[in-house]
């Protein structure tokens, strides 16, 4: 069973890797940090949010690309004025901002100050919650932090007593190490043997503590303490010339190996040292310090030790974006192309000190800085986003470093983007929306100055003209696109105005990939790299190559790719390079465009032009075929085997080829593809096809009703009322032989004065009109059988008839007879107090039934279509979270109705992720909801129509049943789970008196075991395993015959005469008749009170049963609800005990149930 879902605002913990800081902030270590003093802000001194908002939208980008150009609605008039709602006595008091207190802001100011006092959350409860969040992950000193800054005291002086060395060629300088075990972690490629420059170790210039380690911005709920600590290599060692062809690289790999050397020889019995890769980049090894295996501080804490060098070594303008300066040996080969990747990387470690500065200076002048780090440092978390290229390239520093530039600059008229009196929240809201707004790509934003940007292909620039640096070197096309995508949905959520976007904005944790994307491919990175080492200096150049070629052969199936690697982990000081390269995979996200995904044909370009034809077949190869179309057209195309054919959707058919074709040959054992598994587990296919039959015959159903001219009334409405007429029947409607299980359907006649005024003539007056009906049906002269049944016999206050309409034998509709004036005397009836109490509570029943059946059963089904033909995958989620629910024996306690209010709740409020377009995604958020949804103390709220018409009064009105229900039925005996939609304010239509609060303890368990197994297998996970659950968690089980295990069609080997099956299935008397379901209401209705019972339908031939609690042994009295044994009580001086018969119980329902039951085995006796 999967732990308990976390706690309201609890922040889960997170490993080491996701992390790894590495300069969010920078401080010298044994000194002060840089003591830059509080700056006065000017007035004004920075634009106003108006302005930013202003500034970001002018400069938003004129993208083609659909995903690009989606309009964002984020809510920001909450960020421009104050909520008008929120009176004086709920608000807070302004914080104190950093601004001299002598100098009096001016009115823009003043808002910015009193952030909290404003309009800048939704709501009080909103800024409650973050603020407690905030209480949570703020920094302490403890044990761990304790041990790690003694640690760094003596790594310090360490370092600091190492000797020189050198200087040395290559060959000698690599003996000089190997003699004490100590291999130079040199980047590929390799420095030339007979390279003439040399290398050397002096005493470093400075040592200093670096990362929100040292600025206090890190989160305290890690589970590792990582400190990131800077060694300054001095001058000397290096030549002008060093930032070309790697040598500054190279020698900076000779200096850490000559402190790895130092380290080992001095700690080796005191630390963990190894050698790993900062942020995953291949250029820059750093050494790990970590306590040893068997410390009992083990996996607590992590100090890097980085080396870097001064901000002047080397010309800033030698090592912008566009430059060169990884030249080829081979005067034939003029390469001259950009290295921004290796230009970029050498010059973060010049600027260490800058970056020290910008951000120490931040913090200090704006007093929400420090906070508003640590909310962007927790939502990149959830996502799992980080510095290391490996996570996308943007983390902590990143979001730092960009908050601390945009309180300097980046607005019109080099003004600042934002106010250092903004609060930490408006911080973190206005970041979001930069990012969201902004296309870095096509529009770099420029900060510190007025010149010109510079422009690199494919990659977003935020240009810091004062330190010449490209702040999203790191971010590839995939991950920066990723990037905005995650901040325009938490945009939405937050300017969502009826659901609280504080949960998906910061506690879930959102990357896991089976929950993300639809579709999933994980592909070895040999594959890619087909066997060549890329050259370091190209940094993520074969990924790029992946995700080129996966964009432009996927095309409109998709409308994101996401493309995230694995993490390299350290190794030893003797080996040059980590051990589990060639184990590294790369894991593709896909969400897909449910309208285009199954395509089989696609058109390129007209043969007739040529430039784009030659293209297309040099991308596709053999693949590309010439064809002509209907229209005349002739078209390069693409033609995929549909997947009854070759067995594999055609989404994995074209990844396939394409990587085949692009990287090489590609095995069945190369790729693991999670994503079509779960939609194989619904029968008869997830979409809306397997239904076709039945919604035509309803469609011929509605309009032979309605030829009926000689009926009595016209005929006002028809609805359909059934989950087979609304695509979310759990198993398909049976096409062909098989007795079919009827449809329910509404009809209602205009009103008329001649209906009589007492119930029960009413019901005799519907049955008359149903037996026209059949009679009219029956001279028709068409291939229809009818029947009218009856029903509630003995009630008869209550809807006593039916007519059942059968067509060819595949579908059945049964029609019922709304009246509205029921309505009126049941309520009548039910509040007057001069009936007797029975039946003043057939009366009660009676109204529930009505609305139920009459009122709020067409509306559901009838929304529930629209929604399905808007959703295309909701159809196929409903239905397989239906499976779930029977294969976990629940379908005789939770309806249809509750099960299709939950996924749809997944596709109407999909926070924090994207609208479902894969049945595998919609089932599993749903999954994931269930498991953390707390319905004791939260309502279900749906809102049907997808369009927005549950307003806030209705949820308010939800929401004050809701409690009204709580107060009225503490302890839950009758409503325990509560699902209320648009349509339906009540919330106990579906709910009232089922399920028990042990079943819904029950359904939470299954799906927070389920959510276990998905985070332990992640893309192993096998679909089916969801689907069972052990039969020793019951006391007893009953296994049903084979025979009853067909769901209505005949079995072959029954042994039964072919005639005597097809006499059977021709019997419109058994249409409509479970056997099963029948039993087990019998048995609720004898034994309820001893048994609970369970039962799932088709998915498990198994009836299951646990004995209640209160049928343990008691005093002994008669007329007890079950068969029960005299016991002699434990003294002598006690009575006679009662014990529960239970041998003889499951006797009595042996014989009940006759050749239904196979045999009965007790679990638990």
Known sequence: MAPPALKRRKVEHVSSSEESDDGASFASFGEGADNTGKQDSEANGSSSHDEFVDAVEGAEDDEDDDDEDEEMTDGDDDERRPDERTTSATTPKPLNTARDTKRKPDSKAQVGATAFASGTFKSNVFKLQVDELLGQIRPRHGQRETAAEATLHKLKKTIEQIPSRGPYLVDEAERGLLKEKIAVPFPEPRPARDAKYKFSYAKPVNVNVVGSFALKTSSRLRDMVEVDMVVAMPSSIFEDKDYLNHRYFYKRAYYLACIAAGLQAAHKADYQISFKLHHNDPLKPIIAVTPLETSAAAAQWTVNIIPCVGQSQFIAGKLQPQKNCVRSADAANNDSSATPFYNSSLRTDMLTSAYLKLIHSASKRCEGFKDACLLGSTWLRQRGFGSSLDAGGFGNFEWTTLLALC???????????????????????ATLQLIAMKNFVNNPIVIGGTSNSVQVPSQPVVWDVERSHNLLYKLGEWSYRTLRYEAKSTLAALGDQLHDGFDTTFILRVHGPLYRYDYVVQVPRRLVSAGRKAPTHEGQSQIAKLYGVLKQGLGDRVNHLSITSDSLGPWPLGSTQPNDQSKSLITVGLMVNSDSVKRTVDHGPSAENKTEAAAFRKFWGEKAELRRFKDGSILESLVWASPLESGQPVLEQVIRYLLGHHFGAVTTDDLLLSGDGFAKLVKGGSDITPFATIVSRYKRFEQDIRDLTDLPLSIRQIMPANPQLCYSSIRAPLNGKGRPIPADVTIQFEGSGRWPDDLAAIQRTKLAFLLMIDKMLQDSGKSITTRVGLENEGRDVLNQGFLDVTYDNDATFRLRIYHDREQTLLKAQMKNKTADPKTRELATIGLAKYKRDYEKAPAHTQAIVRLCTHFPALSGSIRLTKKWFASHLLSNHISEEVIE?????????????????????????????????DWRAEPLIVDLSASGELKQAGINAIRTNFEAWRKLDPAMNRVALFAASNLDQEGTTWTDGRPLKVIAGRMMALA???????????????PASLFSSPLTDFDFVLHLSPDVASGGKAKRSSGKFKNFELSSLDDTSLIGFDPVRELIAELDNIYGSAILFFYGGHERNVITGLWSPVTAKRAWKVNLAYSTTPVKGQDEEEDVQASINKSAILAEIATLAGDLLHRVEVVQK
């Open 1008 to 1022: 927070r075991a389920a959510c276990a197994e998905i985070s332990e297998r992640q893309l192993g996970l096998e």
């Open 407 to 429: 309180l300097q600059g980046g607005g019109p008229s080099g003004k600042s983007l934002l106010s250092d009196g903004y609060s930490s929240y408006q911080l973190f809201k």
């Open 901 to 933: 209010l939950l996924v749809i709740r997944t596709f109407t409020q999909p926070a924090p992720w994207s609208i479902p377009s894969s049945v595998q995604t919609g089932f599993l958020r749903t999954i994931f909801w269930l498991s953390r949804w």
